[in-house]
């Protein structure tokens, strides 16, 4: 009888330290925190507005092995004048942003862009995945 109560008790212990752990974890974790690659970035042909293609990444924990990785989140359009900061974006929706590597950015006057998303298909040829067309005068 006072076996079982030991291994029971031992059993009890364990899983507190577990559970502690688990929460001490979480509650010494960073936010998600957001970085971002600059894919492309153009300006319109007077130099009135500028864009640029970035894809974000957020942080995330693999809690099978507590690792921190960074995964492909999305890709964003910023944009806005020449020399100001580029804080006005637009999500780029119905992408996997894992899978793209290439950007193209092409003006139909200075307020206009089109930015194609290019895929490379099986004989190494990039091809137009998905395109936006932007007025950035209506955004």
Known sequence: MKKWLWIMLSFGVIFLVFVMNHFLDKSQQQPNMIRSVSLTTSTSPNQQNIVEVKKMYKQTTDYFDYEQKQKADSLRMYYGQPGSNLNQYKELQGIHPAMIHDVDVHWKNDQHVIINIM????????????????????M
């Open 119 to 138: 895929k490379t298909n099986h004989q190494h040829k990039n091809k137009v995945y998905k395109r936006f067309n932007y007025n950035l005068n209506e």
